[in-house]
C-alpha cells in the first residue's frame, strides 16, 4: 500500500527552526516529485515547496523563499523541508504530496498522493 508520512511538526518560537520529514512506504520514490503544502484554518491549501524526482530541480512560494529549504535522500525513501526563520504566519498543517514523473509544481491538484499532514505552531 503506497502511504506517504510526515513527522516533524511542533510548536517553536519565532524566529526557530523545524525540520519536516516525508517517508514512503510501499513505493520507491525516487521517480516521484514531491510537493510540500499547508493549510491554516480557514484558508484553502498552498503550495510550499517542490522538488523533482532527481533533486535538480525546485520551487518556494514567495512567502518562503529564503527561509525554507526542500531536499532528498532517495536511498532513505525520504524527503524533508528545512523551515528556518518562522513566522506565526506560517502555523499550518503541513502536507507532503507525490506525483510520478511530473514537472515540480505547486498547484495542489497535480498531486497524486498524500499524507496525512503534521502541525506546526510558531507562536512565543
Known amino acids: 500500500q503506497l502511504q506517504l508520512v510526515e513527522s516533524g511538526g511542533g510548536l517553536v518560537q519565532p524566529g526557530g527552526s523545524l525540520r519536516l520529514s516525508c517517508a514512503a512506504s510501499?513505493?520507491?520514490?525516487?521517480?516521484?516529485?514531491i510537493g510540500w503544502f499547508r493549510q491554516a484554518p480557514g484558508k484553502e491549501r498552498e503550495g510550499v515547496s517542490c522538488i523533482s524526482s532527481s533533486g535538480g530541480a525546485t520551487n518556494y512560494a514567495d512567502s518562503v523563499k529564503g527561509r525554507f529549504t526542500v531536499s532528498r535522500d532517495n536511498a532513505k525513501n525520504t524527503v524533508y523541508l528545512q523551515m528556518n526563520s518562522l513566522k506565526p504566519e506560517d502555523t499550518a498543517v503541513y502536507y507532503c504530496a507525490a506525483v510520478e514523473f511530473r514537472l515540480c509544481v505547486l498547484w495542489p491538484y497535480e498531486y497524486d498522493y498524500w499524507g496525512q499532514g503534521t502541525q506546526v505552531t510558531v507562536s512565543s
Open positions: 510501499g513505493f520507491t520514490l525516487a521517480s516521484y516529485t
